[in-house]
């Protein structure tokens, strides 16, 4: 039986910038693999077995991607949509044989349990469902209010706190129990196909948190939440410090059934070093390196730095708490800590960065100290 998942991978990433100059967001690395491969691997260990990347932005470098590995169980749509639910209206004709599919943002880590919340949305036979998970601050994403049944009440995309305070107190006037202030929407949502025509009778319904949802509630069609489990990694990488804070625990293998680059992540040493690489300085782990990368003499890497391919430190450089992208050069005797150098960027010699953030295509000259700064000059 096909279980499909369609990928919205169509975003500028703007919060990301610098990093989303060079590369759309679901192809930015994670210790040897883009982001949107931990969210499709996962699905597919889940029961998923077809799957459709939506893409716009940076789009050709998607299918090109898709074109070299060869999945065989993927498709790329490239379309030009204003929004997420507006994709969706974009491919309605790649979805007509499909009861069921999930939709999933191609820029989130997360390990729950898919193929329960496939399981949930057939037995409450609902329009749709959203997976929620409990978050100590809600205030940056969705903010959804269930009944006891699991019904979504009341669907608000990201509340200030006023809101939050006034439904709180509102709905457990209502339902005297079950409601939880602090529920949010992942991201995840499965639909069912007579949501297409909604789309398509409504083309002014554009994004599912903003437009679709408050739409079907509203209107009284069933839409239920499935809470994740508690100990479920969700993160969101729509900021920089998402994005290392992921990094660093996807190195740190404390993501359950999460891989390092293509390989189970080692227990004991946290360490992943792709053979043709050249390392003659001193490894701490947890630490990822890519292919073809040199590392010289007297350098220390890590704790916590993953390296992409074909890139080199060079004598005496020192590096923690980093991630390097792809065709990077350090300099001799260079510190960098807390920091994410993307793709092709050469660093002199005696620099210090330290919690920058340096955008493509940059040449930084020697003895440049860097402090809380995003760096972005591309050469040429």
């Given at each position: 039986?096909?279980?499909?998942a369609?990928?919205?991978?169509?975003?500028k990433?703007?919060?990301?910038?610098?990093?989303?100059y060079?590369k759309?967001k679901?192809?930015?690395?994670?210790a040897?693999?883009?982001v949107?491969?931990?969210?499709i691997?996962?699905?597919?260990?889940n029961?998923?077995n077809?799957f459709i990347?939506?893409?716009?932005y940076l789009?050709?470098?998607i299918?090109?991607y898709?074109?070299?590995?060869n999945?065989g169980?993927?498709?790329?749509?490239l379309?030009?949509?204003?929004?997420?639910?507006?994709?969706?209206?974009?491919?309605?004709?790649?979805l007509t044989d499909?009861?069921h599919?999930?939709?999933s943002?191609g820029?989130?880590?997360?390990n729950?349990?898919?193929k329960?919340f496939?399981?949930f949305?057939?037995e409450?036979?609902?329009?749709?469902?959203?997976?929620?998970k409990?978050?100590?601050?809600?205030?940056h994403?969705?903010m959804?209010?269930?009944d006891q049944?699991?019904?979504?009440k009341?669907?608000?995309?990201?509340?200030?706190?006023?809101?939050i305070?006034?439904?709180?107190?509102?709905?457990?006037r209502?339902?005297?129990?079950?409601?939880?202030?602090?529920?949010?929407?992942?991201g995840?949502?499965?639909?069912?196909?007579?949501?297409l025509?909604?789309?398509?009778?409504?083309?002014?319904?554009?994004?599912?948190?903003k437009?679709v949802?408050?739409?079907l509630?509203?209107?009284?069609?069933?839409?239920?939440?499935w809470?994740m489990h508690p100990?479920?990694?969700?993160?969101?990488?729509?900021r920089i410090?998402?994005?290392?804070?992921t990094?660093?625990d996807?190195?740190s293998c404390?993501?359950?059934?999460i891989?390092?680059?293509?390989?189970?992540?080692?227990?004991?040493?946290k360490i992943?070093i792709i053979?043709?690489?050249?390392?003659?300085?001193?490894?701490?782990?947890?630490?990822y390196?890519?292919?073809d990368v040199?590392i010289?003499?007297?350098c220390i890497?890590?704790p916590y730095?993953s390296?992409?391919?074909?890139?080199?430190i060079?004598r005496?450089?020192?590096?923690?708490y980093?991630v390097?992208?792809e065709?990077?050069?350090?300099?001799?005797?260079?510190?960098i800590h807390?920091s994410v150098?993307?793709?092709?960027?050469t660093?002199?010699?005696?620099?210090k960065?330290?919690?920058?953030?340096?955008?493509p295509?940059?040449?930084i000259?020697?003895?440049?100290?860097?402090?809380?700064e995003t760096?972005?000059?591309?050469?040429?």
């Amino acid at each position: 039986m096909t279980r499909l998942a369609v990928v919205l991978a169509g975003g500028k990433g703007t919060r990301l910038r610098p990093l989303t100059y060079s590369k759309p967001k679901p192809l930015i690395p994670i210790a040897g693999k883009p982001v949107i491969d931990y969210i499709i691997e996962w699905l597919r260990r889940n029961g998923f077995n077809k799957f459709i990347v939506v893409a716009k932005y940076l789009g050709e470098q998607i299918v090109e991607y898709y074109k070299k590995t060869n999945p065989g169980d993927i498709e790329v749509a490239l379309v030009d949509s204003r929004d997420t639910a507006d994709a969706i209206r974009l491919i309605g004709d790649k979805l007509t044989d499909i009861d069921h599919f999930l939709v999933s943002m191609g820029d989130v880590v997360c390990n729950a349990n898919f193929k329960a919340f496939y399981e949930f949305h057939i037995e409450k036979d609902g329009i749709a469902s959203i997976a929620l998970k409990e978050v100590d601050n809600p205030l940056h994403y969705g903010m959804v209010v269930i009944d006891q049944n699991g019904l979504i009440k009341l669907f608000v995309e990201k509340p200030v706190s006023m809101e939050i305070y006034i439904l709180t107190m509102a709905y457990n006037r209502i339902f005297k129990g079950i409601q939880y202030a602090n529920l949010v929407n992942t991201g995840f949502y499965m639909v069912n196909n007579d949501v297409l025509q909604i789309l398509r009778n409504n083309p002014s319904l554009m994004d599912w948190g903003k437009h679709v949802f408050p739409y079907l509630i509203e209107n009284k069609y069933r839409v239920y939440g499935w809470i994740m489990h508690p100990n479920t990694y969700w993160e969101d990488l729509g900021r920089i410090h998402n994005y290392k804070k992921t990094v660093w625990d996807i190195l740190s293998c404390n993501i359950h059934g999460i891989r390092v680059g293509n390989i189970e992540c080692h227990e004991e040493e946290k360490i992943e070093i792709i053979r043709t690489s050249d390392i003659r300085g001193k490894i701490i782990p947890p630490v990822y390196i890519g292919r073809d990368v040199v590392i010289e003499e007297d350098c220390i890497i890590g704790p916590y730095v993953s390296i992409e391919d074909d890139t080199t430190i060079k004598r005496g450089s020192r590096i923690s708490y980093s991630v390097l992208w792809e065709r990077v050069v350090v300099g001799e005797n260079t510190r960098i800590h807390d920091s994410v150098i993307t793709n092709d960027v050469t660093i002199g010699n005696g620099s210090k960065i330290f919690s920058s953030t340096i955008g493509p295509w940059t040449n930084i000259p020697p003895q440049t100290t860097l402090q809380e700064e995003t760096y972005y000059r591309p050469s040429g």
